[in-house]
């Protein structure tokens, strides 16, 4: 059944291997509409829109608004992972709608806040209460790693572009030193996503393995089975190590942004390692300030665990753009 003119809005998650695209109504994602493509079969992403627009009958959208897995400016994305380049132009001549909007893909995930369903948000450290426009953080732990700070004001949400994944990983001790030596190698510095992001959870297992002489090699998928099956001790240890460095790192993130509002972690990695963080140390390690340790009781922390958490926050970005003035 067609559906009617300008009465949806197309938006998409563009990742490095898949693009998952759908029609949202105002704040509501259509989910029988997602659609899931291989971008290796498209030469681009005006391809991949023309073909679910065809998929959903001809829709004909009021409003388009990607996600992509790279850094945007002036309205220009490029993506990390992936040879293509988007711009505006190309998002309207591929769907025909006459606002369009392309987000980086945390950006995205900082404007889905407050619009997840309760029962897709884990608590890991208790949230107290805050104002309504208390600042918010997102951190993105997934096959990268990234962070930006959420603005909640009266003109509307804020969600401002970052690459805090590239900073240096934080070191605290004698076997953090020789951890960060180890992950150097592949980039010449040890930043954060060396450690924080599923690479860096097998790199963490290897250097484990280097540290006892028994160098092994696993998949981030596998060392996490090992972790849920009690099957692999070093498996158990990696998610150790790597619980700490994200408590460590999402501390710091929180007293340079102070996010009263909370601190939010997204990504697929930080829904794997969701059901350890408590057990595992997380909150020890975010409160690890010296003087300041009591002042980290101010930041609660959460897991969002809605996959499609980025669909659901370029609907709620593109929502603002059509009715100015309503907040995402």
């Not at 002036?74 to 709608?97: E, F, H, Q, V």
């Not at 995930?109 to 953080?137: C, M, T, W």
């Not at 390692?273 to 010296?290: H, V």
């Amino acid at each position: 059944m067609p559906h009617p003119d300008n009465t949806f809005s197309l938006v998409a998650d563009i990742g490095g291997t898949n693009t998952r695209v759908a029609l949202a109504h105002g704040l509501e994602i259509q989910e029988k509409t997602i659609r899931r493509y291989s971008n290796a079969d498209y030469a681009g992403l005006e391809s991949v829109l023309r073909r679910f627009i065809a998929d959903e009958g001809g829709v004909d959208c009021i409003g388009a608004c990607v996600a992509v897995a790279g850094p945007v400016r002036d309205g220009r994305a490029t993506m990390t992972n992936l040879d293509w380049t988007i711009d505006k132009t190309t998002l309207t001549r591929a769907t025909g709608a006459e606002t369009v909007a392309i987000l980086n893909d945390l950006q995205a995930q900082g404007h889905a806040l407050g619009h997840v369903a309760p029962d897709n948000v884990r608590e890991i450290i208790p949230f107290p209460e805050a104002s309504a426009h208390a600042a918010k953080l997102v951190i993105g732990v997934g096959t990268g790693f990234n962070a930006t700070p959420v603005f909640d004001t009266e003109d509307g949400r804020y969600v401002t572009p970052s690459e805090s994944g590239h900073v240096n990983l934080p070191v605290n001790s004698e076997a953090d030193l020789r951890l960060a030596q180890f992950v150097s190698t592949a980039h010449g510095f040890p930043a954060v996503e060396d450690v924080l992001s599923g690479r860096g959870l097998e790199r963490v297992y290897a250097w484990l393995g280097a540290e006892a002489g028994d160098p092994v090699e696993k998949t981030a998928a596998t060392i996490m089975q090992g972790c849920i099956e009690h099957s692999d001790p070093r498996a158990v240890e990696a998610a150790q190590v790597f619980s700490r460095f994200l408590g460590t790192t999402a501390g710091n993130l929180a007293l340079i942004q102070l996010p009263f509002g909370g601190v939010y972690l997204v990504g697929g990695v930080s829904r794997a390692i969701a059901p350890y963080l408590r057990e595992f140390g997380f909150a020890d390690a975010f409160r690890d300030k010296g003087r300041f340790a009591g002042f980290m009781g101010n930041f609660g922390v959460a897991v969002i665990e809605d996959d499609y958490a980025a669909l659901i926050g370029c609907a709620a970005h593109l929502n603002g753009l059509l009715l100015p003035g309503t907040a995402s």
